[in-house]
């Protein structure tokens, strides 16, 4: 039997699901506690690989101290005469990409912490440099 593949909204709003956990500094056993979840079901919602439903959303988002709409910001509407948008997946985000991994929350809290904009400025010419020599 062939494994079916995730949704792409699935995993969208699996990596919101992410990024807000992160970004509150919470860990996935804690958010399935406050679920009344295992970890486990915690990490397979966050691939995307098990659909959240509607109340469970719901709890998710106020655990997370977001609301629901946040889950969606960025997918493509479905246009007429398609199925929820499955041929329409989300928009990709560098930026929510970025932000679901535990560096880029890393990178964004430090480099937020440093009150010199001159000095954040210099970083991001560092990186824009580093990145145009590594593409060369």
């Not at 909204?9 to 509150?24: A, C, E, K, N, P």
């Not at 929820?84 to 991994?101: A, E, R």
Request: no cysteine; net charge positive.
């Amino acid at each position: 039997m062939s494994k079916k593949a995730s949704n792409p909204i699935d995993q969208y709003v699996g990596s919101r699901i992410r990024m807000q956990r992160l970004l509150l500094g919470m860990s996935q056993e804690k958010l399935a506690d406050a679920l009344k979840l295992t970890f486990q079901q915690v990490q397979k919602y966050e691939k995307g690989t098990n659909r959240v439903g509607a109340s469970r959303l719901h709890h998710i988002a106020t655990v997370l101290q977001v609301t629901p709409s946040f889950f969606f910001e960025g997918v493509v509407p479905a246009t007429p005469g398609e199925k929820g948008g499955s041929k329409n997946p989300p928009v990709p985000n560098v930026v929510s990409g970025f932000l679901s991994t535990a560096e880029g929350l890393d990178l964004v809290k430090a480099f937020m912490q440093i009150k010199s904009r001159k000095l954040r400025r210099s970083i991001v010419d560092l990186v824009e440099s580093i990145r145009s020599s590594a593409t060369n």
